[in-house]
């Protein structure tokens, strides 16, 4: 594990550094969307091109790194990136915000999955579970410490969004000088959802709507939390800390789907936010209780994302978890990209604590529908269901998968010739039923 990990420091270190900027991003143009007078429920909509923008780069950008190479399409897209922050900041209009939203999320789709490419061909079966939650840990950090950098200089100036192309710029050096062999990356075909939805119900519709309490949060989080009257300081602590607690709580729930499975803690996660998100409603202090429930609701929410995608796994061969991921990880990004300007509308006609009231009502909606699923069909026994291993709440990469485990499938194939070769025995006895009466008499 050492050694891998001081063969991908730049990898790690240069995540590090995308994942500050593409916070500080986030949560800026939420702010200063406010304070342009945008109204909210246009800062929804502009919040959501960044989503939208990752459903376009995770179908396409494979295709483009097939052509040209992992090194020279994480340059080009990262000076994508790099620039698009700073026509946000030349020219201020909603729908050129949206449009450099967009083009911000297909340019992060890219630099995910190369970079994660990157990691996974320097992992093996026997550690790639903790290298990619070290890696876990280095988005989540680094996307919560980014809020704090909001702290810098006024929002309201150009200076933080300098300093955002600067951070996605230096993110190129480590990277590109990383001696780490570039990957072969395979471009998967997608299993379809209405299939997807067949094998596994709950798991579809829980991560559809975990995306819709997503791009609530990261859409939104920074517009209520200004609305609310706080100062941009207690903006940027209100984002670390809903962030923070998705991270803190990531662990604890793995090891109780582990232990229980993966749909009672499901069941129990979305119970217990959606009660707090209610309890927010009417809770307008301050202080420590307020930051509590912020790192309560984002902690038992944030980690659905990768329950949801431990249970649908457990109903899938090793086969079909390579092709799964591709559509589980766009139905997350399609509900993105509609939680943010649903969650918007609302706060506009009722107010900024509907912020609050729609992840209510989204997690009591998985609440109902996984209670009904318990009644349809029983759940997999403990022993026989797939480990826990940990997801980043942001959708990345359809090209990783880490549950799947190159001996099993040769083990499925060494399975299927010995069926093969013991059906044709059966043709021959039948054809030939001396042999069979000769083995008998041995």
Request: charged share 10%.
């Amino acid at each position: 594990m050492l050694s891998v990990l001081s063969n991908c420091w730049a990898l790690f270190l240069g995540m590090g550094l995308i994942m500050l900027g593409n916070g500080l991003q986030a949560t800026l143009t939420g702010v200063r969307a406010t304070m342009e007078g945008f109204g909210t429920t246009i800062t929804g909509l502009i919040m959501s091109g960044y989503f939208l923008g990752l459903m376009a780069g995770c179908n396409i950008v494979p295709k483009m790194v097939g052509r040209v190479g992992h090194v020279r399409t994480f340059g080009a897209l990262a000076s994508l990136a790099s620039t698009s922050i700073l026509v946000q900041a030349v020219f201020v209009a909603p729908w050129i915000w949206w449009a450099m939203r967009f083009v911000t999320g297909f340019a992060y789709a890219g630099l995910f999955i190369v970079v994660e490419s990157w990691i996974n061909e320097a992992a093996d079966n026997g550690n790639r579970g903790k290298l990619l939650s070290f890696y876990m840990l280095v988005s989540l950090g680094g996307m919560a410490g980014g809020q704090m950098l909001l702290n810098l200089s006024s929002p309201s100036g150009f200076e933080l969004f300098v300093l955002v192309s600067l951070l996605v710029s230096l993110a190129v050096i480590p990277i590109l000088l990383s001696t780490a062999r570039a990957p072969k990356i395979d471009v998967l075909e997608n299993v379809g959802v209405l299939q997807l939805y067949r094998v596994s119900p709950l798991g579809v519709f829980g991560m559809f709507v975990s995306g819709m309490s997503i791009g609530a949060f990261l859409g939104m989080g920074a517009v209520y939390a200004t609305e609310i009257g706080l100062s941009v300081k207690d903006v940027s602590f209100f984002m670390s800390t809903l962030i923070l607690g998705g991270f803190l709580f990531q662990y604890p729930l793995g090891w109780l789907s582990d232990y229980f499975g993966p749909r009672i803690v499901i069941i129990f996660s979305c119970t217990g936010g959606a009660i707090v998100s209610f309890i927010a409603l009417y809770y307008t202090g301050e202080g420590l209780l307020f930051y509590a429930i912020v790192a309560t609701v984002g902690g038992l929410a944030m980690p659905l994302y990768s329950l949801c995608g431990v249970y649908t796994n457990d109903y899938l061969t090793p086969t079909q978890m390579v092709a799964a991921s591709g559509t589980l990880v766009l139905l997350s990004a399609i509900g993105a990209s509609i939680g943010s300007p649903v969650t918007a509308f609302a706060m506009d006609i009722f107010g900024p604590q509907a912020f609050y009231g729609c992840i209510g009502v989204m997690l009591s909606s998985i609440t109902v529908f996984a209670l009904w699923r318990s009644t349809q069909r029983a759940t997999v026994d403990t022993a026989e269901q797939g480990d826990f291993v940990v997801m980043t709440t942001i959708p990345l990469s359809v090209s990783l998968n880490p549950d799947v485990d190159l001996t099993a499938i040769e083990a499925a194939d060494g399975d299927a010739k010995d069926i093969r070769s013991s059906f044709e025995e059966l043709i021959n006895d039948l054809e030939n039923p001396e042999n069979v009466t000769s083995s008998e008499e041995k």
